[in-house]
């Protein structure tokens, strides 16, 4: 599926039938045939518009000197709809093509990013000024980056309050979850530093002023995350450890209350099953035998039970 757009000279945004120069074609998820087919008539490589459709495809830039199209390949957050505790995250490339006439997008999902754009929240872009959109999009995912970070700081806190009353692995699964999603988020991020660090050293693309501006937003927007992303994936693991520890603690203390108890519990059952004996036993003659038997079984536990209590054993 591909469409394409068009802004007017007061900015407005219109969708074409059939792509006009300085025009945006939007590709999302295509096909073999579809792929071949905009290869063709932009004259476009047609490795441009393969490699951004591989989920595992790094960050990078560069140019084709025969058709003078520039390749930009960042990687953008999604939501990881598998997890449904709380929201994890991965990463996946979204590859943007500038070329003499036309202006390209294609990713294998449909993004929130792109529709951003569609649906005009983005102000000041058009679709003939094609490097400053490129920065624009940049801006918008390392924004992006920022935004899913918090959310997720906010997540280890509300996983953090239930691990205190809880104690349970599944605060430590989700914690996992969060740690992963830290992971992509790090390894994304420095991906698209070594993007921008290459924009800013070698103008692969024509800069203005203006987009020389923008594009020392998007680095420091983009450094924020990597700063972020790595103080959140410390603590997290910092935290994990801590836990785990405690949780293996607290579970060392009941074993040792039960094994504990189960011995204090054994002395009556050992007096019982003694007396149980058809033999002749001490007392047995004594009309009150058995509350004594009752009282040698509980002294002896109670005793037992005093030294395990000054011993702390519970």
């Known amino acids: 599926m591909h469409q394409i757009f068009k802004s007017d000279e007061d900015g407005k945004l219109m969708e074409l039938e059939v792509a006009e120069r300085n025009s945006w074609i939007n590709i999302v998820a295509p096909t073999s045939e579809e792929i071949n087919q905009v290869a063709e008539n932009y004259n476009i490589p047609l490795e441009f518009l393969e490699d951004p459709l591989d989920k595992d495809e790094s960050a990078r830039i560069e140019r084709d000197d ?10 953008f957050p999604v939501v990881d709809e598998d997890d449904i505790h709380y929201a994890s995250f991965e990463t996946i490339p979204m590859g943007i093509i500038l070329t003499k006439d036309h202006f390209i997008t294609i990713c294998t999902i449909d993004s929130s990013i792109i529709q951003s754009f569609i649906k005009r929240r983005i102000k000041g872009f058009y679709t003939h000024m094609k490097t400053r959109f490129a920065l624009q999009i940049l801006y918008m995912i390392s924004t992006q980056f920022l935004r899913h970070l918090k959310r997720l700081n906010r997540q280890t806190d509300e996983i953090e309050k239930e691990l205190h009353e809880s104690m349970k692995n599944k605060q430590l699964y989700d914690l996992m979850g969060i740690e992963k999603s830290l992971v992509y988020f790090v390894t994304a991020l420095k991906s698209n530093k070594l993007v921008l ?44 450890d801590a836990y785990a520890s405690i949780i293996s603690n607290n579970m060392n203390i009941v074993m040792k209350f039960l094994t ?8 009556p059952t050992m007096v019982f099953s003694f007396y149980g004996m058809n033999v002749e036993l001490p007392f047995m003659g004594m009309p009150l035998a058995w509350i004594l038997t009752l009282g040698i079984s509980f002294g002896i ?12 054993f519970f």
């Open 66 to 75: 025969d058709t003078e199209a520039v390749l930009i390949i960042c990687d």
């Open 301 to 312: 536990a109670g005793v037992l039970a005093l030294v395990f209590w000054r011993r702390k």
């Open 197 to 240: 660090d290459k924009m800013m050293r070698q103008h692969i693309v024509k800069m203005y002023e203006e987009d020389q501006d923008l594009l020392e937003d998007v680095i420091i927007e983009n450094r924020q995350g990597i700063e972020m992303a790595e103080v959140h994936s410390n603590i997290l693991s910092g935290m994990m």
């Open 260 to 267: 504990s108890f189960t011995i204090i519990l054994t002395i």
